[in-house]
Antibody
């Protein structure tokens, strides 16, 4: 059974930093692209960042470029999102998501973790 | 920022058919990228409903179907049931953004 479990969320002040982690199990982690998707309260889904199997392809949304960095450790079956210079508009539930083999279909989602940026 | 356009809401009585449109551009759906659909029940993570324009993962009822034409796609729900009340999102890949794009989301209400 595929499981994706996020951790590291919480309340942070504007300008602060947080590092999200995602522990993956139930599939061969090193064989798949992974991505982070977020959802602000009462809003729709927004792509944040994606990373390929060996880190050779990494992409970030314009809204987080230069502030957030996605990374992975295939030896630990883990995905990360380093978030710096956080703003109020970054407040959202962040989902760790596995990308399938059908032109970026998102086949498994974590339960999500809340990040709140507020003073 | 959502790049794919969906109607904010659709509704129907139990047993009826509803359809949700998803309109993109030449850099995503119109560039022959596949369209995927997700269902999100309030308070839960999204779940994949349709992948690759028309395919249903195992466990998804055949009441749900997808189609694509040009720069647009559509999700149809036939034989609407109370449990189908949820938010639905389309998703594709965008060449200009080198990333994923989502629809604006559609709330389905069962009357």
């Amino acid at each position: 059974e595929v499981q994706l479990v996020e951790s590291g969320g919480g309340l942070v002040q504007p300008g602060g930093s947080l590092r999200l982690s995602c522990a993956a199990s139930g599939f061969t982690f090193r064989n798949y692209w992974m991505t982070w998707v977020r959802q602000a309260p009462g809003k729709g889904l927004e792509w944040v960042a994606s990373i390929n199997q060996d880190d050779s392809a990494i992409h970030h949304a314009d809204s987080v470029k230069g502030r957030f960095t996605v990374s992975r450790d295939n030896t630990k079956n883990s995905l990360y999102l380093q978030m710096n210079s956080l703003r109020a508009e970054d407040t959202a539930v962040y989902y760790c998501v596995k990308i399938g083999y059908n032109d970026y279909n998102l086949d498994y989602w974590g339960q999500g973790i809340l990040v709140t940026v507020s003073s | 920022q959502s790049v794919l356009t969906q109607p904010p809401s659709v509704s129907g009585a139990p047993g009826q058919r509803v359809a949700i449109s998803c309109t993109g551009t030449h850099s995503n759906i119109g560039a022959d990228h596949l369209v995927h659909w997700y269902q999100q029940v309030p308070g839960s993570a999204p779940k994949i409903l349709i992948y690759g324009n028309t395919n249903r993962p195992s466990g998804v009822p055949d009441r749900f179907s997808g189609s694509k034409s040009g720069s647009s796609a559509s999700l149809a729900i036939t034989g609407l049931q109370a449990e189908d009340e949820a938010d639905y999102y389309c998703q594709s890949y965008d060449n200009s953004l080198s990333g994923l794009v989502f629809g604006t989301g559609t709330k389905v209400t069962v009357l």
